[in-house]
C-alpha cells in the first residue's frame, strides 16, 4: 500500500499569508495525485487533481505541483473561508487508493 | 447540479449489519464509476469500496473485505453498502462520491454526498 504522508499536521497562519502544505508518497504516483479541502461538517471538496490542475470553479490562489514523490499545494493569501484540513490522495495505484492524513490550516 | 444523498446511517452492535444507500441525481449515473468512503470521528479519510459503472467490477480494502458488499441499481440511480459482521472500528461518517471519469475509472472524486454516520457499539 502506498502511504501518503503530510506535512505539517498543522498549520497557524494568519489571513492574507502564503501558506505552503506538502505531500509525500512512499513511492512514485507520477502526477497522479488529487487535493481536497474539508470544513467542519463538510464532505471534502475537489481542488485540485493530475497534481496541478485546478478542479471546476477552484480559484487560482490555490496552486498545485510536483510529481513521482514529492507534492506541494501552495495557496498564494489565505482567505478567512480558506482555513480548513487539507487531504491529498494518490490514484496512481488503482485499486488501492490512499489519502494522506490531512494538514489543518488554522488562523493564528 | 450533481446531487448524492446517503441514507442509512445509526446505531448497531458489534456483528450486526447495517445497509447504505446513496440517492444521486444531476448526472448520467450510468456513466460513472462510483465509491465509499469513510471518515472515523476526528481522523482521516479511508476509501471502502469501488463499483464500475455496470457494476462488473468491486473493489475493497482488507479492511473491509469479506465483509462489505458494494452494488448499484442504475435503474434507480442508487448505490448501495451492505456491511456486515461490523465492528467498533467501523464507526465512522460514510460518503458515497463520484470518479470523475466518465465510462473508465480515474481515481478521485469531484462530487460527494454529506455522508450518513454509523455508529458500532454495544
Known amino acids: 500500500e502506498i502511504v501518503m504522508t503530510q506535512s505539517p499536521a498543522t498549520l497557524s497562519v494568519s489571513p492574507g499569508e502564503r501558506v505552503t502544505l506538502s505531500c509525500r508518497a512512499s513511492q512514485s504516483v507520477s502526477t497522479n495525485l488529487a487535493w481536497y479541502q474539508q470544513k467542519p461538517g463538510q464532505p471534502p471538496r475537489l481542488l485540485i487533481y493530475d497534481a496541478s490542475t485546478r478542479a471546476t470553479g477552484i480559484p487560482a490562489s490555490f496552486r498545485g505541483s510536483g510529481s513521482g514523490t514529492e507534492f506541494t499545494l501552495t495557496i498564494s493569501s489565505l482567505q478567512s473561508e480558506d482555513f480548513a484540513i487539507y487531504y491529498c490522495?494518490?490514484?496512481?495505484?488503482?485499486?488501492?487508493?490512499?489519502f494522506g492524513g490531512g494538514t489543518r490550516v488554522e488562523i493564528k | 447540479q450533481v446531487q448524492l444523498v446517503e441514507s442509512g446511517g445509526g446505531l448497531v452492535k458489534p456483528g450486526g449489519s447495517l445497509r447504505l444507500s446513496c440517492a444521486a441525481s444531476g448526472f448520467t449515473f450510468s456513466d460513472h464509476y462510483l465509491t465509499w468512503i469513510r471518515q472515523a470521528p476526528g481522523k482521516g479519510l479511508e476509501w471502502v469500496s469501488y463499483i464500475s459503472d455496470s457494476s462488473h467490477y468491486t473493489n475493497f480494502p482488507d479492511s473491509v473485505n469479506g465483509r462489505f458488499t458494494i452494488s448499484r441499481d442504475n435503474a434507480r440511480n442508487s448505490l448501495y453498502l451492505q456491511m456486515n459482521s461490523l465492528r467498533v472500528e467501523d464507526t465512522a461518517v460514510y460518503y458515497c462520491a463520484r470518479d470523475r471519469g466518465e465510462n473508465d475509472i480515474i481515481g478521485y472524486f469531484d462530487s460527494w454526498g454529506q455522508g450518513t454516520l454509523v455508529t458500532v457499539s454495544s
Open positions: 490522495q494518490q490514484y496512481n495505484h488503482w485499486p488501492s487508493l490512499t
